[in-house]
């Protein structure tokens, strides 16, 4: 266990940010940064290392070397202010090749009403948000011991009639230490190009002149925007298995998170499992980032099978100090 709290410490380190700044706030597409597993949300999102299913591949793309059979997972979450979350995926392991993985991400912000100085109570006119990402991965065990994986991701932000793309690209390993299922793992996620946005909403009439009479006060001109960067996020954790006795077992689970847009975290939590049919979990997360507002992660699950398929289905609940409670669900099954 020293080596594995070493090991933890040196990948914080290493990561660690140049200047004091925390950068918050300063990168696009933040909606990739919700994570889609109710599952691991409940142990505080530290996900780097949990090496089974395929809720664990949005925290690693190594999980995939672990999937032996096909699998699809389902997951609903409700957000802030009625936001409305949907992440679907699907792997297919193919022998001797390995496993392949794709995933869709929806979020929906609802019809918003139009408000300006003079119509404070809106001028008629709704908008909303949409955020779309697509996902496609790979990964397979190079050893029994060793796994690896790649993501390469799309996505796209619209507000009203104005929108943004960006593609990335995620990696990850994971090392399993011990015969008794002690996992390293680490991930780097959303490592790509920058995104702006354009479209007709940055449309303006413009005058160049306005002390000049008899000109063209009406010129068609563009608002310009600037490019940000999409939210790289390295993480690198552990996960330990703990045997209680012939029917009941507990993970733990602890990551340490270094974003590119605000400072560095770490994150826990454990599953405590009843004859694999029923969980418990609790977590803590984003514990030492400045002005965190997560904190308190609770959940559970049930599994089961129906014929040659297994099934499990997960609720987590998440704790945010500024604004509201988030409620995710997750159903998965596999073939």
Do not use: C
């Not at 490019?227 to 330990?240: A, H, K, M």
């Amino acid at each position: 266990m020293r080596f594995v709290a070493a090991w933890l410490l040196l990948g914080v380190a290493a990561a660690s940010p140049a200047g004091a700044q925390s950068k918050a706030g300063t990168s696009l597409g933040q909606f990739v940064g919700i994570e889609p597993s109710a599952r691991i949300a409940a142990m505080g999102n530290a996900g780097a290392a949990v090496f089974d299913g395929i809720q664990a591949v949005y925290y690693n793309p190594a999980a995939l070397g672990a999937l032996e059979t096909p699998a699809v997972q389902l997951t609903h979450s409700l957000w802030f202010a009625d936001i409305t979350y949907d992440y679907i995926a699907g792997a297919l392991p193919v022998r001797n090749w390995g496993t392949f993985y794709g995933a869709v991400t929806s979020l929906n912000s609802g019809d918003i009403l139009v408000r300006t100085v003079e119509f404070p109570l809106g001028t008629g006119e709704r908008y909303s948000v949409n955020n779309l990402a697509l996902n496609l991965g790979y990964g397979r065990t190079i050893t029994s011991r060793f796994g690896a994986g790649i993501q390469i991701n799309y996505f796209t932000e619209t507000i009203w009639h104005s929108s943004m793309h960006a593609f990335t690209v995620s990696v990850g390993t994971a090392y399993r230490l011990t015969d008794s299922g002690i996992v390293l793992g680490a991930s780097l996620a959303n490592f790509g190009t920058h995104g702006k946005f354009g479209g007709r909403d940055l449309a303006i009439q413009y005058d160049e002149d306005s002390d000049a009479y008899g000109d063209n006060s009406s010129l068609p001109a563009w608002r310009f925007t600037g490019e940000y960067p999409v939210p790289i996020l390295f993480r690198v954790g552990v996960s330990v298995p703990q045997r209680l006795g012939s029917s009941s077992r507990i993970l733990w689970v602890a990551d340490a998170h270094h974003p590119n847009d605000n400072t560095e975290s770490l994150s826990g939590g454990a599953e405590w499992s009843w004859k694999e049919t029923f969980d418990l979990r609790a977590g803590y997360q984003r514990l030492f980032q400045e002005d965190s507002e997560t904190g308190l992660t609770l959940g559970l699950g049930i599994r089961g099978d129906f014929g040659d398929n297994l099934f499990s289905f997960d609720y987590a609940w998440a704790d945010h100090d500024f604004l509201q409670e988030t409620h995710r669900m997750t159903f998965t099954v596999a073939f």
